[in-house]
C-alpha cells in the first residue's frame, strides 16, 4: 500500500527529527567526555607534589610572611621600651623593661632573627634527602595550564547544559559509579615533560604529614622509565 503525500512528509519530518536528535545526542557525549578529561587532569595538576625547587621557592616565601607576622610580637615591647625612657636616662638597672624578645621563641620570631638564606641552607640537606621522582610540572606552567582548562570548562559546561536542555535530558548523566581507582592504576600515556623525564598519571594514595587520620588521594605524574623503542624487522 503506498503513503500519500501527508504520510510522506510526516515520515520526512520525523526521520529529520531523528537524525537532528542523534547528532545533539553525539554533540553531548563528546562535550561531556572532554569536560571529565579536563576535570581529570585539573585534578592531577593540584594534586601532583613540587619539585625541588617549588618547594624550596615556597619555603623562603612562607620564612618571608613568617617574618612579618613577628613584627606584631616585637613591636610592642620596642614601643614600651621607647615610651619609658626613665629608667635608662637615671642609669637605673632595669634590663626587663627593654628586652625586645617575647617570652617564647615562635617560628615567626626565628623568621625574624635569621637571614632566610641562613635558615635555607640549615635545611638544604633536608631538602635534598627528599624523593622528587613523583613531582609534576612546574608551577608556572600548572598556573598557566590550569586557567586553560578554567576557561575551556566555562565553555563547555554551559554548552553542555544547552544541550542537555535541548534534547530534554538530566544535565548530568546518572549513571552507576564505578569501582574507583586503587594505587597504582595508571591512566593515559607516558609523556615527557618539562625537565626531560618521562611521567605517567598513577593514582596514589597519600598520609598528610603528621595527621594519621588524614589522607589525600588522586592522580599525580609520577617518573617512569623512558618507553623502549621497538625497531621493526627488515
Known amino acids: 500500500m503506498s503513503m500519500n503525500k501527508a504520510d510522506k512528509r510526516l515520515l520526512k519530518a520525523t526521520n529529520e527529527l531523528s537524525r537532528v536528535r542523534n547528532e545533539l545526542t553525539a554533540e553531548l557525549g563528546k562535550v561531556r567526555m572532554r569536560i571529565v578529561d579536563l576535570k581529570v587532569e585539573r585534578q592531577a595538576l593540584t594534586s ?4 625541588r625547587q617549588d618547594l624550596e ?3 623562603r616565601s612562607d620564612l618571608a610572611a613568617a617574618a612579618k607576622q613577628a613584627h606584631s610580637q616585637v613591636a610592642p615591647l620596642l614601643e614600651e621600651a621607647r615610651t619609658r ?3 635608662r636616662v637615671e642609669q637605673i638597672a632595669d ?3 627593654y628586652l625586645p624578645m617575647p617570652s617564647k621563641l615562635s617560628p615567626e620570631l626565628l623568621a625574624l632573627l635569621l637571614p632566610v638564606d641562613m635558615l635555607m641552607t640549615a635545611i638544604s640537606p633536608v631538602l635534598d634527602s627528599l624523593d622528587y621522582f613523583t613531582a609534576g610540572p612546574a608551577l608556572p606552567e600548572r598556573q598557566q595550564r590550569l586557567a586553560e582548562i578554567d576557561g575551556e570548562l ?4 554551559p554548552e553542555a547544559a544547552e544541550l542537555a536542555e535541548a534534547l530534554g535530558v538530566p544535565a548530568t548523566t546518572a549513571k552507576p559509579k564505578p569501582p574507583g581507582p586503587k594505587p597504582g592504576d595508571t ?3 607516558p609523556y615527557r615533560g618539562h625537565d626531560g623525564h618521562w611521567y ?3 593514582f596514589a594514595r597519600r598520609q598528610m604529614p603528621g595527621d594519621p587520620n588524614h589522607t589525600t588521594e588522586g592522580f599525580e605524574a609520577q617518573r617512569v622509565p623512558a618507553p623502549v623503542k621497538v625497531k621493526k624487522a627488515a
Open 57 to 59: 621557592d615556597a619555603l
Open 48 to 51: 601532583s607534589p613540587l619539585s
Open 95 to 97: 634590663p626587663a623593661l
Open 187 to 189: 591512566k593515559g600515556e
Open 85 to 87: 625612657p626613665s629608667a
Open 200 to 202: 605517567q598519571m598513577t
Open 154 to 157: 566555562a565553555t563547555l559546561e
